[in-house]
């Protein structure tokens, strides 16, 4: 039995089964800092966050909220977290970006906006869309030095069958 081969559409992302068969990806990056609202626990990212940005297809645009300051304390980084909200994931995946990630341990607001649906913004992303998402990322750097466009360079293991792996993000300024 062979499993489903990956069908990445213009850099749109995984659509079937198979991240073996993704090619390691080097596109147009950019982040959207939104460090200054303060956002906690639960609160959403929004299109009013991204009204100055401008994504084309294939681009990977991430978010830097400064959770990733919590790292050092795993109880207050895990007690919650701020993220792009649905509409935010809609309008992303409308734009053709193949790639989204954020400086926090999921993506999305946690607790959600819909505590009846929790994780839907990445599900969302990845099967409905077939958008790449990348957790944990540390955003400190480029958004202390005001870093908005660079290349973006996602590698990752050939795992057969896997449907996530861990990466070696880079951003070249």
Sequence with gaps: MSLPR?????????????????????????????????????????????????????????????????????????????GPGLELAEWLASRGVAVTGCDTWSYGPVPPEDPARPFEVPQTLNVRHGVFVVENLDTSALAADGVREFAFVLTHPKLRGATGAWTSPIALV
């Design 6 to 82: 990956v069908v990445v559409t213009g850099m749109g992302g995984v659509t079937a089964l198979g991240s073996e068969t993704v090619p390691q990806i080097v596109t147009r990056g950019l982040l959207v800092d939104v460090y200054d609202r303060h956002l906690g626990p639960g609160d959403a990212i929004g299109p009013d966050d991204v009204a100055d940005v401008d994504p084309q297809p294939g681009d990977a645009v991430l978010f830097h909220t400064g959770w990733g300051d919590r790292w050092p304390d795993p109880e207050a980084y895990l007690a919650g977290e701020p």
